[in-house]
T-cell receptor, first 118, second 110 residues
Framework: GAVVSQHPSRVICKSGTSVKIECRSL??????MFWYRQFPKQSLMLMAT?????????EQGVEKDKFLINHASLTLSTLTVTSAHPEDSSFYIC??????????????FGAGTRLSVL | DAKTTQPPSMDCAEGRAANLPCNHS???????VYWYRQIHSQGPQYIIH???NNETNEMASLIITEDRKSSTLILPHATLRDTAVYYC???????????FGTGTRLTIIP
């Protein structure tokens, strides 16, 4: 299947700092990417939809000024957690939507980024 | 998108077929059934999807009932590496959002 690369896989930061997570579709173009968050023993929760060349669409309850999303190209979306606090510690996962004929309308996921805020 | 219901957990012996059920009784005519799985501490992995016909690929088979109200994912020869949480998701083909439920935690027993 198609490959989505997410970096870094793990990050530990101090409270109050900002952390950037990158999501790249390696072998297809993605006009739409998604960012999810997963707390321990819970399911994935959609945070926002990232649209290439336009503003992201955030789910209810997700602070857009805290979770900055940039989708500057058809293969790259970034999520920046600004002024991170311990409660932001979580597993962040991105996905990219392959709408090409080969992809058959499938979302492919990155490996995830485990963020720990001290 | 239609709500799906899955058993919270299942066990299967290694080498046997694992049959994972999913109920989606309110599914509409243009909603597809997608299956993903998530191995511990990794991102979800796409397995298979279908609309109304049965589907098979190198990973699994998907059997959808004629009334489309339920489906079964079949892993024909389960291995220990198939231990994961399996998610069944009904989604309108034009809607790109995936809503993950709690899934089925499948444990393959040696």
């Amino acid at each position: 299947g198609a490959v989505v690369s997410q970096h870094p896989s793990r990050v530990i930061c101090k409270s109050g700092t900002s952390v950037k997570i990158e999501c790249r579709s390696l072998d297809f173009q993605a006009t739409t990417m998604f960012w999810y968050r997963q707390f321990p023993k819970q399911s994935l929760m959609l945070m926002a939809t990232s649209n290439e060349g336009s503003k992201a669409t955030y789910e209810q309850g997700v602070e857009k000024d805290k979770f900055l999303i940039n989708h500057a190209s058809l293969t790259l979306s970034t999520l920046t957690v600004t002024s991170a606090h311990p409660e932001d510690s979580s597993f962040y996962i991105c996905s990219a939507h392959d709408t090409s004929g080969r992809g058959k309308n499938i979302q492919y996921f990155g490996a995830g980024t485990r963020l720990s805020v001290l | 998108d239609a709500k799906t219901t899955q058993p919270p957990s299942m066990d299967c012996a290694e080498g046997r077929a694992a049959n994972l059920p999913c109920n989606h009784s309110t599914i509409s005519g243009n909603e597809y059934v997608y299956w993903y799985r998530q191995i511990h501490s990794q991102g979800p992995q796409y397995i298979i999807h279908g609309l109304k016909n049965n589907e098979t690929n190198e990973m699994a088979s998907l059997i959808i009932t004629e009334d489309r109200k339920s489906s079964t994912l079949i892993l024909p020869h389960a291995t220990l590496r198939d231990t994961a949480v399996y998610y069944c998701i009904a989604v309108n083909f034009g809607n790109e959002k995936l809503t993950f439920g709690t899934g089925t935690r499948l444990t393959i027993i040696p």
